[in-house]
């Protein structure tokens, strides 16, 4: 038997019957359990609240009674699986190298313009295809992107004291033209039925530090790139 199948696992009364044997057969949900399991001394598990992104199981909040090395750790966690973002770096003749931001508005943080790298939930899809369908619909299937030249800079784990998700960030160069990038800047995208509002902007990739309201994957991402350039021109390994 599996250690997650010994472990005791409670639903909130908000939580539909109907709907408990959906929640536990989501992948960001099976995953974590089967790691806490494996992982930890998990001698429970309370799912306080689980909200649904049309039928698609969306973040669950739990809180496990959890023991490490004989001592109870902090138990809440926030399920919501992981995701992608792509720092598109277009090469364009007689400019310097830019990039793509989305800038949309963002509740959880109060930010009604946010800007950041395109970026999506992986919803259990592979993490290249996830990141190139995020790609198609926050900045338009006019460009195209080949699957071999997206190159995997690091994940990360944005906020690992509350949240499961782990961020992969793809890096991709383009050269394109001027007029297409002229398209690209001021574009509205965006999934009318995730009601996503997004519009874009087309910014100088050496700005990325300074634009203000942004995300730490955005700044990462920038970092490791530029990194992984410069050890590219020195030969020298940087480890993304």
Request: glycine residues 10%; aromatic residues 4%; contains cysteine.
């Amino acid at each position: 038997m599996e250690a997650v199948d010994r472990v005791p696992i409670t639903f909130a009364a908000s939580v539909p019957e109907v709907l408990r044997a959906d929640v536990l057969a989501a992948p960001h949900v099976r995953r974590w359990l089967e790691q806490a399991a494996g992982r930890f001394d998990l001698r429970g598990v309370a799912v306080r609240d689980v909200v649904f992104f049309g039928r698609r199981v969306g973040f669950v909040l739990v809180e496990a009674d959890a023991w490490h090395e004989g001592r109870k750790v902090p138990g809440a966690a926030l399920l919501r699986g992981d995701a992608v973002s792509v720092l598109v770096v277009l090469h364009c003749p007689g400019h310097a190298a830019r990039t793509i931001l989305t800038c949309e508005p963002r509740l959880p943080v109060a930010c009604p313009d946010l800007l950041a790298l395109p970026a999506g939930m992986v919803d259990g899809g592979e993490l290249v295809s996830t990141a190139l369908r995020e790609l198609g619909e926050e900045v338009g299937t006019d460009l195209v992107v080949p699957a071999d030249r997206l190159v995997a800079l690091a994940t990360v784990w944005p906020s690992p004291g509350g949240c499961d998700e782990a961020v992969t960030l793809y890096a991709v160069d383009l050269e394109i033209g001027e007029a297409a990038v002229r398209a690209l800047d001021g574009r509205r995208a965006g999934n009318a039925e995730e009601h996503e509002s997004i519009r874009l902007r087309v910014v100088a990739l050496d700005d990325l530090p300074r634009i203000g309201r942004t995300d730490a994957k955005t700044l990462l991402s920038y970092h490791l790139y530029r990194a992984r350039a410069r050890g590219a021109e020195t030969g020298v390994a940087t480890g993304c």
